[in-house]
């Protein structure tokens, strides 16, 4: 009986939103939470990167929003993951690349998913209508 070794790897990843997503960053997260679980991924950080003007239309959208995660994951499972990420109406694309040089320090990227924390707590309460009115 041969057992099978799983090699596990450590992956950085880009996901591009449409520029939507920034009003609801949390539901955009999630997803890519969910993405990641379905893979059986350890989601080390998830930060929103960036929001600026595409190059050019992806999928009817000249504006999106950049997250950036790092995660560890079975090398055999990556494939799951980047067809997921594919097959999803939400996302506009995906780039996952393996960066096995990463420190863990580098891995949880504290400092900045705090900051990502922080921006969508405040999208949230500022979206939400006051409780006077």
């Not at 990641?36 to 991924?41: C, I, N, P, Q, R």
Request: with cysteine.
């Amino acid at each position: 009986m041969s057992t099978i070794e799983t090699r596990t790897g450590k992956y950085e990843a880009m996901f591009l939103f449409p520029q939507s997503a920034s009003a609801d960053m949390n539901a955009a997260m999630d997803h890519i939470k969910e993405c990641l679980s379905k893979g059986e991924a350890t989601l080390h950080s998830l930060i929103k990167w960036d929001e600026r003007r595409l190059s050019y239309d992806v999928k009817g959208n000249k504006r999106g929003v950049y997250f950036l995660s790092r995660f560890t994951a079975d090398t055999r499972k990556v494939k799951e993951i980047e067809r997921d990420c594919r097959l999803s109406e939400k996302m506009l694309r995906a780039l996952i690349v393996r960066n096995d040089e990463l420190t863990d320090e580098q891995m949880k990227n504290a400092e900045a998913a705090q900051r990502t924390m922080d921006e969508a707590r405040l999208r949230d309460e500022s979206a939400a209508p006051a409780a006077d009115e």
